[in-house]
């Protein structure tokens, strides 16, 4: 799913209300992390980055090598002792933990974690989010420091994850609300919806009838009006009224020459 | 942030809706890839997987060691030549893809895509999601079989989601969307909520203490200073232990000076 279109400018502004959201690692281990968690950020369009005492000190060329075009994320990323001193400047603080904790202390979903941060930082806050270590997450002498946990969703049967998946689905939380991307709406009739196989059958059969009849013309063309007459059957969700119909219709189609005759 | 609950049952059914969701892995290359994809699902409670055309071939070693607890997904995947085939029983197919296609197709945000199936599938359809090869995405071959393309709301600059990124963040907005969890929920660890009556006592105790140690000055601003004061520790909802150890806190403090006495 790369797509990224080297025409775009980086859509990053010091004015933003992306630019008053920080994400901080704490005692991140392995670079190949550091760069994983940096590419997730800035597919959504979050830049900055704090470490807390990495691991293999820093720069860690892991990281960067991991980073690719997030490489600028590792370049302005600051560093700090301790998750205190990370925090100090920041007035609101989430941790991201899967654990329950035995403290007293507010847990949301992304969802309504970034909408407060989206609220805060709109009347003026700086918001940071904090991601614990690979292995073992974040320490309760960090999660103290939040003002609240955030927690995914997870399978409770199965939660598995990792760091940059994490900090992935944070920013795209982040994004999600504030992007302002219009679906498009679609209208559904009341018959049943068609499978697509039996779509698929009377596109094979409408497909032999036309070639038949010299329809695809010229030959170097024939893939890409093939192509074409599939994408417009399935553009909009067909019943199975509307298969039957069609068949009804290349039916007729093919047999008018005979009656002619 | 691992946080599985091995005492927690696996949460499927083959009466929900997520038994009408089906992953669609188009000719995936690495078997590392497939493995961390049936993560990313089981990670959010999607179960049915299938793949059209592995590389490799099937089984495949290298997606079992990666799928590790969600190897399950891997045992039930079911394998077609074509995506005609994989597809061939569904009734509306969405195509992840970043690029813009030459051709006429609704594009959807992951949001409404996930919306838009849940309302699919309330109305008994079977509804499937397509996923492109590693490094060329989907051809248009196999997006013209779908009703409609989903793009995530990438930073235009910078898109480089990989396979199982994708479908980690596809499928938690599915579970996002249905899973009702409470999106604040104020936990207190072991200890019970406090009595608002035990927190004006000790608001009172606190009271009588600064009064004793001139902290209200000058006196026609001490109805101020006290409203502040009572209005601090409301704003989050105290336990019972935090009462108890405000009772020390302050006992400590005003007893302090007579001990250096």
């Known amino acids: 799913m790369s797509g990224t279109d080297h025409s775009k400018q980086h859509e990053w502004s010091e004015d ?5 959201l920080v994400s901080i690692l704490v005692e991140p281990q392995m670079g190949e992390n550091i760069g994983a968690a940096a590419r997730a950020m800035w597919n959504f369009g979050l830049r900055h980055l704090r470490i807390v005492n990495p691991r293999d000190g820093w720069p860690n060329p892991a990281a960067v090598a991991m980073a690719s075009g997030a490489g600028g994320l590792l370049d302005e990323a600051r560093i700090f002792p301790t998750t205190g001193e ?19 202390k507010t847990v949301m979903t992304p969802e309504h974690a970034m909408t407060r941060a989206r609220e805060l930082i ?4 700086r918001v940071g989010i904090l991601y614990g270590r690979e292995r073992t997450g ?9 003002n609240a946990i955030v927690t995914v969703p997870v399978n409770p049967a199965f939660a598995s ?12 939380e982040w994004r999600r609300q504030g992007n302002g991307t219009e679906p498009e ?22 497909e032999g009838e036309l070639d038949q009849a010299g329809f695809f013309f010229p030959d170097h063309k024939k893939a890409s009006m093939v192509a074409n007459l599939r994408n417009l059957f399935h553009r909009a969700p ?24």
Chains 1, 2 share one sequence.
């Open 16 to 20: 933003g209300p992306e630019s008053r």
């Open 185 to 206: 709406v679609e209208v559904t009739g009341r018959a049943a919806p068609a499978e697509h196989g039996a779509v698929a059958r009377m596109l094979d059969h409408l």
């Open 138 to 146: 974040l320490e309760n002498d960090d999660v103290v420091r939040a």
């Open 161 to 172: 994850l990792n760091l940059a998946q994490c900090v992935l689905l944070m920013s795209y």
């Open 86 to 104: 990370a925090v100090a400047d920041l007035h609101t603080v989430f941790a991201t933990t899967a654990r329950p904790r035995e403290m007293a």
């Open 238 to 261: 067909l019943t199975d009224q509307d298969v039957r119909t069609l068949w009804g219709v290349i039916r007729t189609l093919a047999e008018g020459p005979k009656r002619r005759r």
């Open 122 to 125: 709109g009347q003026g806050e």
